[in-house]
Structures are given as C-alpha cells and as structure tokens.
C-alpha cells in the first residue's frame, strides 16, 4: 500500500531557508504534491512535480525529487512569519480514482 | 478566480443526528473528492466521482453516503453519527482529465463537532 512520511516539526529563523522532506513508497505514483495549511484552514496547493522531473523552482519555493529514493523535499527561501504552517507532501494513486495519499503533515515555525 | 465552495463551514450535531455537507466544485471541473482530517492529522480520502459516477472509495463508513448532482455538486450524507466522526471534511475539485488536470484544488472545508 502508500504511506507517506515527514518529520514532524522544522524551527527555522526568519529569512533562513526551510527543507521540509518527505518519503513515499509507490513508485508508480506520477504526480507529488505540497500544501500549506494555517490553523484551522483549507488545504492551499503550493506546488507540484511530475515523477520524469527532478527539480522545480517557483518563486521562493524548490522540489527536489529523488525517484531513486523516493525522496521529496520542498524548500523555502528567506522563511517569513507567514511561512508558519503545516506542509502536508501528497502522492496522487496511480490508479484510475487519483486520490491523493497524505504524508503526516511538517509543522514549520518561523522564529523572529 | 473561483474555488470550491462547501457549506456549512461549521455544523454541531448530536449523536445519533445526521448532517448533509455541500460542495460545488470549481466551475469546469467535473472531479469531486471527499477527505476526512481529524485533529492533528492528515486528510484521509474517503469517496470520488468523476461526471456524476462513483470513481473510487477508502475508508468511508458504511453511515455515509455521497452523491454528485447534474451540475457537479457533490454532497456528504452522514448518519447515525458518533462522537469519532468530528473532524474537518474537505472537498476537493480537479478537471479530472489525466495529467496535470487531475491536480485537486481544495475547499475551506466543513468543521463538524458532534456532542
């Protein structure tokens, strides 16, 4: 079966760089997912890569993808007090529903 | 640009009650998911469909149901509800065409307490 895996908590201080990462186990997964979640709010799409890519850079946000491993990690440059979330990674089923399958969730604080 | 909507975003119940939980998808989009997050964890699936057909199920109770109407809404029937069903639901909305269409694009999610 999937099962996606995180740290729990990431402290950064405010304009260092975050890595938050990640672990997956079904290799047939074809897309990988972040997304952001503030306390007692929806679940907001960051970004995204395709399993043949192993980097993505938007904005202030870099996916670094090692298929071999099956490692994901998402980082934050110049961490803001914004930042201050929980960071959800997600792998989509390969089958034909598309479900996504939720890592624990990264509790990221930004300290002034 | 438009997201998906669920309403209620808060509902209290008694046990025992039954509670319908609403979602309009992105206009377009003709793929609704179901998640259930409990406190302090991640969103599991629980039912998709994709143009008004059942696309998959996980851990949907056997006391809930879901359906999706001709305009693509989606709704969470719940019943016989237990004090273990409070939790956040999430609806979430995709084109559902393969690809990167299938990226799911979340509502604000329905919080739902039962006392």
């Known amino acids: 079966g999937e099962d996606v895996e995180q740290s729990l908590f990431l402290s950064v201080r405010e304009g260092d760089s975050s890595v938050i990462n990640c672990t997956y186990t079904d290799s047939s997964s074809t897309y990988l997912y972040w997304y952001k979640q503030e306390p007692g709010a929806g679940l907001q799409l960051l970004t995204y890569i395709f399993s043949n890519m192993d980097m993505k850079q938007d904005q202030r946000l870099t996916v670094l993808l090692n298929k071999k491993d099956k490692h994901l990690s998402l980082r934050i440059a110049d961490t803001q007090t914004g930042d201050s979330a929980i960071y959800f990674c997600?792998?989509?089923?390969?089958?034909?529903?598309?479900?996504?399958?939720f890592g624990s969730g990264t509790q990221l604080t930004v300290l002034p | 640009a438009a997201g998906v909507i669920q309403s209620p975003r808060h509902l209290i119940k008694e046990k025992r009650e039954t509670a319908t939980l609403k979602c309009y998808p992105i206009?377009?989009?003709?793929?609704v998911y179901w998640y259930q997050q409990g406190p302090g964890q991640d969103p599991q699936f629980l039912i998709s469909?994709?143009?008004?057909?059942?696309?998959d199920k996980g851990s949907i109770p056997d006391r809930f149901s879901a359906q999706q109407f001709s305009d693509y809404h989606s709704e969470l029937n719940m019943s016989s509800l237990e004090l273990g069903d409070s939790a956040l639901y999430f609806c979430?909305?995709?084109?559902?065409?393969?690809?990167?269409?299938?990226?799911?694009?979340f509502g604000p999610g329905t919080r739902l307490t039962v006392l």
């Open positions: 206009p377009r989009h003709d793929t």
């Open positions: 997600a792998e989509q089923s390969s089958g034909s529903a598309r479900q996504l399958t």
């Open positions: 979430a909305s995709s084109l559902g065409r393969g690809g990167e269409a299938d990226t799911q694009y």
């Open positions: 469909f994709y143009e008004k057909m059942q696309s």
